[in-house]
T-cell receptor
Framework: GQNIDQPTEMTATEGAIVQINCTYQ??????LFWYQQHAGEAPTFLSY????GLEEKGRFSSFLSRSKGYSYLLLKELQMKDSASYLC??????????FGAGTTVTVRA | ETGVTQTPRHLVMGMTNKKSLKCEQH?????MYWYKQSAKKPLELMFV???????ENNSVPSRFSPECPNSSHLFLHLHTLQPEDSALYLC?????????????FGSGTQLSVL
């Protein structure tokens, strides 16, 4: 599979902003997914980027740069319920969806 | 509630046991997947079914045997597993197998092999 790199852990304070970076291999790349997974629960879809730029959905935004093989997920106005693992996944031409190992975000009061 | 239900949620089995994991989706999707999730590792795709036909098998050992009797149900039959097979097994579905199709995951079966 393709290597997808994202930080293992991040900690931030309630109300703050956190940016989770993700890098991927660009050869055969189609699009970039972000999923959220709370402990003991199913991963749930957050966003899908195909074109360069920033897409905003409420407190969460996702950015993609196809030429740099780079994406980030921006979480604003952090709430305790945002404590979860965030999975970056890149989709490639051969129907391959490669996941990163996930970034565990801990929100402190 | 994602529309994908997995049972059991937890399973402990010995290396000589035979057990099955069950997945059911209520979304009318045509593609279903089995993933393995180990701690601190990326999700590993095991099997893909599209319109009830297995279209992908990622070099998974034969001790794992999938079955898709219809578009709503997916099973993973387990036999003579090894301790390193202990992991969270996630089922997922999508409308079709394609590039921009988001996956809907079940909550997984936490498997421990003793």
């Amino acid at each position: 599979g393709q290597n997808i790199d994202q930080p293992t852990e991040m900690t931030a304070t309630e109300g703050a902003i956190v940016q989770i970076n993700c890098t991927y291999q660009t050869s055969g790349f189609n699009g970039l997914f972000w999923y959220q997974q709370h402990a003991g629960e199913a991963p749930t879809f957050l966003s899908y980027n195909v074109l360069d730029g920033l897409e905003e959905k409420g407190r969460f935004s996702s950015f993609l740069s196809r030429s740099k093989g780079y994406s980030y997920l921006l979480l604003k106005e952090l709430q305790m319920k945002d404590s979860a693992s965030y999975l970056c996944a890149a989709f490639y031409n051969d129907y391959k969806l490669s996941f990163g190992a996930g970034t565990t975000v801990t929100v402190r009061a | 509630e994602t529309g994908v239900t997995q049972t059991p949620r937890h399973l402990v089995m010995g290396m000589t046991n035979k057990k099955s994991l069950k997945c059911e989706q209520h979304l009318g999707h045509n593609a279903m997947y089995w993933y393995k999730q180990s701690a601190k590792k990326p999700l590993e795709l095991m099997f893909v079914y599209s319109l009830e036909e297995r279209v992908e098998n990622n070099s998974v050992p034969s001790r794992f045997s999938p079955e898709c009797p219809n578009s709503s149900h997916l099973f993973l039959h387990l036999h003579t597993l090894q301790p390193e097979d202990s992991a969270l097994y996630l089922c997922a579905s999508s409308q079709v197998r394609g590039a921009n199709e988001k996956l809907f995951f079940g909550s997984g079966t936490q498997l421990s092999v003793l």
